[in-house]
């Protein structure tokens, strides 16, 4: 799409399909489905969406960097949809750093939302 819905990323979406993934993936122990879900669905948005210099994910992100006002937001959702989707993934995985960020989302969650 021309403009800037076609550059529109959204990742609280794409962490709430990875923790759908991962939920199908721990249904037909297929590991490759996890392995997608993890590195595309809830690490890639996650390292787009958080904000190294205040913290917690914005609600939307444009692809080539542009940054609308009105999409600088930091919506409650996204961040429910990042603590669901980082414990599900280290829970399948134990992989430490899934269970760091999710505690890095967590911290900021619960002391900015209420």
Not at 39 to 59: A, I, M, N, Q, S
Not at 105 to 111: G, I, K, P, W
């Amino acid at each position: 799409l021309p403009g800037c819905l076609g550059r529109l990323q959204n990742p609280g979406h794409a962490l709430e399909a990875g923790w759908f993934l991962l939920q199908y993936a721990a249904e037909n122990d297929n590991k490759k489905i996890q392995r997608t879900a993890i590195e595309k669905f809830v690490e890639l948005p996650y390292e787009r969406g958080w904000d190294t210099d205040h913290g917690g994910l914005f609600y939307f992100l444009d692809v080539d960097g542009h940054c609308p006002t009105q999409w600088s937001m930091k919506l409650w959702w996204p961040h429910s949809e990042a603590l669901v989707a980082f414990l599900m993934a280290y829970s399948q995985t134990k992989k430490p750093e899934l269970l760091e960020k999710f505690f890095k989302v967590y911290e900021y969650t619960f002391s900015h939302v209420s």
